[in-house]
């Protein structure tokens, strides 16, 4: 496929549509001002310039690198130097948009170590993020006051464009950050919840052990009952066994106890009366109206046709 290289910001504008900007090197849009003429969708392309858009409403995807998942919500996202772009919008988003060339980064001492000071500009690392609407305000605020001066006859309007460009990147690296701790605390949730998961299914199999000494009343059949020997509330256990598996902790329960007594009919001799108690049932027939329910048969029908 043949992908668009576009030099210049002005290339790229006139590519997708609007019009060319007031300044060859450096440029803002209001994304609703170009609504009815920019291209809805753009096939892949790279540009030589850096982007960084805030999106506060709008429906279809910008497709960054190899980053496909584009949020529904308010999202700000960037385009590196040479990075493969491509975008399926519709006419309806709101937000702002600017695009600084390398040369107009060049041109300040803000910018000396702009990839070291904010990794998230890197061309493998650009992933559009989400953010809350209550940070909507914040940031909307920066973009509103860089739009501001960059259309005012300031003679000095560059000096406070940069100024405020680089609070822009400071409250986008401070947000993206708590994305990326929050993603981190999510991936600790995850491992603290594996190693519950691992616990529960190895306290169901020691505790059926013959030789296990158990408390007395311990009933085995229960959530509850390794909720407490797991010290968390019985909803918590259900919850996270559920989440990871698709399972409830009494299906698991259920399928073990399954698994023992189909071994019990078929291995031994054991009578239906000793396996039920074996099993940890209050009587045989409680074990048998268990054992047809999930099986369709009775224990000894079961013992029978295998």
């Known amino acids: ?16 549509g609007i019009s060319s900007p007031k300044h060859p090197h450096f440029d803002i849009r ?23 858009a ?15 998942e584009f949020p529904e919500g308010v999202t700000i996202f960037f385009n590196s130097p040479f990075q493969i772009l491509s975008w ?19 041109s300040s001492h803000h910018f000396t170590q702009l990839l070291e000071d904010f990794p998230f500009l890197k061309i493998d690392e650009s992933i559009p993020f989400e953010i809350s609407e209550r940070d909507l305000p914040d940031i909307l ?23 405020y460009i680089l609070v822009l990147l400071n409250q986008v690296k401070r947000l993206f950050n708590q994305q990326v701790d929050t993603k981190k605390a999510e991936a600790q949730i995850r491992t603290a919840d594996l190693k519950l998961l691992s616990r529960f299914q190895k306290l169901i199999k020691t505790r059926f052990y013959p030789e296990a000494k158990l408390e007395t009343f311990a009933n085995l059949h ?3 009952y390794y909720a407490q020997l797991l010290s968390i509330h019985p909803n918590h256990l259900n ?41 940890h049932f209050e009587s045989p027939n409680n074990f048998s109206a268990f054992f047809k329910k999930h099986t369709g048969l009775t224990p000894l029908g079961y013992r029978n046709q295998k």
């Open 222 to 224: 229960s959530p509850s």
């Open 54 to 68: 805030i999106k506060a409403d709008g429906g279809g995807k910008a497709i960054t690198g190899h980053h496909t």
């Open 1 to 16: 496929m043949y992908v668009q290289h576009f030099k210049t910001i002005t290339d790229y504008c006139k590519a997708i």
């Open 141 to 163: 605020n920066i973009y509103e006051r860089i739009y501001g001066e960059y259309h005012s006859n300031n003679e000095d309007k560059f000096g406070f464009i940069q100024a």
């Open 88 to 106: 399926d919008i519709l006419p309806n988003w709101s937000g702002y948009y600017l695009m600084i060339s390398q040369d107009f980064l060049a």
């Open 30 to 52: 209001k994304f609703e001002d170009n609504m009815g003429q920019v291209i809805s969708k753009m096939p892949p392309f790279r540009h030589e310039f850096y982007s960084i």
């Open 239 to 279: 919850a996270v066994v559920k989440s990871i598996t698709g399972k409830t902790a009494l299906n698991h329960i259920h399928n073990h106890i399954l698994k023992l007594a189909k071994s019990e009919l078929i291995q031994t001799n054991s009578s239906i009366k000793e396996i039920a108690y074996t099993l």
